[in-house]
C-alpha cells in the first residue's frame, strides 16, 4: 500500500466553501466508482479555512498517470472536476491547469 498527501485551496468564499461541502457529502456514484477503479483504497479530504488536504491510501500498483488517462475519457468525472473548478483555486507556485498538488513527506513516525 501507498500514501499520498496533496494539497489544494478553495475560493475564499463562506458561501462557495458551503456548497463545495455539500457536493462531498453526497458525491456523485460514478465519481467514487472511478477513484475506487483507480486503485484508491481509501481517501479523506480535510480543511482549514480554505485549504484542502487530501490523503489517499492506494494499491502498490496506483499510477496518477493511468488515473489521469481514465479520468480524461471519462465524460461524468471531466463535469465533476469542472464543477469543482468553481469552488478551487490554485496554489501558489502550481503549474498552469494543475489544481491538487502533491505533498512531499517531510516526517514520518512508526510505532
Known sequence: MKTYALALDLKDDPDLIKEYEAYHKSIWPEITASIKESGIGQMQIFRTGNRLFMLMQTSDTFSFDKKAIADNSNPKVQEWEDLMWKYQQALPGAAPGE?????????????
Do not use: P, Y
Request: charged content about 40%; aromatic content about 16%.
Open 99 to 111: 489544481k491538487w498538488r502533491l505533498m512531499e513527506e517531510i516526517f514520518s513516525l512508526k510505532a
